[in-house]
């Protein structure tokens, strides 16, 4: 690797995982050791999912593979095949690529077919967001089982990283460097409702609540019978404007659109959808919500640094860290518009406006690379199991 920088492949296949990568590319471009390689899949490339490879672009970034991954249905089987696919295009890009290392982030199910390729090529596996629990989602095994794969591991807080450790991962590979998604909230700052309004084009004045839910893998209850219940809540406050992002491509999503697409016909007066708000727009509409509502990990890890009121439904998210601003209710109407009630409420806003955010403090991405360029690639790829 004498001579050349320390090429290092960088997977993404959702919106979401790509807006917690950007802080790590950019610091990535600063560094005169390390060359990011970008490997585009997923719902990146699926005109059902907003195309959002064109966000990627817009950014300015070079992008080296594109995997397209057909995936016609959204039950098991598909989700199987669809791996099968990505498992196929990454081990061929990996091989004409010449890296040196595979950078991961989360939980995903393609992420699991890009760390097997990584494995039978014998590259390191440089993996982000682990040690979460979420006990409502496949998520969870799909984490754990890249954490035994991965060479180098970088967690949003302590508690994740002696979970790490409990599975038997070197401490001195380990690190606690907090999340990457509160370093977009601290550089893209805040915005107005109105602001945010006329940046997406919709009217969301005076006071919009922004709902993302996916599906919960693991969940006990359909999410028609879920996505009922919401709606119900939703509807008996009619102060607010609804602002839904759709769901990503998990068993179960086409349910959810159906139900919000119904949703929107029946009120479109103040309930908007969006496929994707994209990495910046997000970051603002996190900042503008009078509360954040569902089941999306950026309720439970990005939302608290605007001490904004999250309002987390059932149990996708079961097993994360919390912070004050966090409710937790069950997929039930009564309970939920119960939760948005409190979460808007002059005392809680109060109650949580010097709350620390136990997820970091906006640095994450300048951490990672800079443990990166110390790292020794050529031994990486060996490492003991550490007994307790």
């Known amino acids: 690797m004498s001579g050349r920088k320390i090429r290092i492949g960088v997977f993404t296949a959702t919106r979401a995982e790509y807006g917690l990568l950007y802080p790590v590319l950019s610091a990535m471009r600063e560094s005169e050791r390390l060359e990011a390689v970008l490997i585009v899949s997923g719902t990146h490339l699926s005109p059902d999912h907003g195309m959002t490879i064109a966000e990627i672009e817009n950014d300015g970034q070079t992008i080296a593979a594109r995997i397209p991954i057909q995936q016609p249905g959204d039950d098991g089987l598909s989700v199987g095949l669809a791996m099968a696919a990505a498992l196929k295009g990454c081990a061929e890009a990996f091989d004409t690529l010449d890296l040196d290392a595979v950078l991961l982030l989360g939980d995903r199910t393609e992420l ?15 993996h982000l967001e682990g040690g979460h629990v979420t006990e409502g989602a496949v998520d969870d095994a799909v984490r754990h089982a890249i954490t035994k794969l991965a060479a180098l591991h970088f967690t949003a807080a302590e508690p994740y ?64 019978v879920q996505m009922a219940a919401l709606r119900q809540a939703l509807d008996s406050l009619s102060d607010f404007k609804v602002l839904y992002t759709l769901p990503n491509a998990d068993e179960g999503n ?28 997000y970051a603002w509409a996190l900042s503008a919500a009078a509360a954040v509502v569902g089941n999306s990990s950026s309720g439970v890890i990005e939302a608290p640094a605007h001490r904004v009121a999250t309002i987390n439904i059932g149990d996708r998210q079961r097993g994360r860290l919390r912070a004050t601003s966090v409710l937790d209710v069950p997929a039930e109407a009564d309970a939920i518009s119960e939760a948005i009630r409190q979460g808007v409420s002059p005392e809680f806003r109060h109650l949580i406006r010097n709350q620390i955010n136990p997820m970091g403090d906006g640095v994450a991405g300048r951490r990672i690379v800079e443990i990166l360029e110390t790292a020794t690639f050529e031994t990486l790829g060996r490492k003991r199991f550490r007994d307790l």
Request: proline residues 5%.
């Open 112 to 126: 699991l077919s890009a760390a097997a390729a990584a494995t039978a090529l014998q590259l390191p596996i440089l």
């Open 161 to 224: 990283r002696q979970r790490i450790i409990q599975m038997g991962e070197d401490p001195e590979r380990v690190f606690t460097v907090g999340s990457t998604g509160l370093d977009n909230l601290m550089a893209e700052g805040v915005r107005s409702v109105d602001e945010i309004g006329a940046e997406i084009g919709l009217d969301l004045s005076p006071a919009f609540l922004l709902v993302t839910f996916h599906p919960e893998t693991l969940g006990t209850q359909a999410p028609e």
């Open 254 to 281: 086409k349910a959810i659109r159906r139900a919000i697409a119904h949703h929107v016909a029946a009120a479109s007066d103040r309930v908007f959808a969006v496929e994707s708000l994209g990495r910046r727009r």
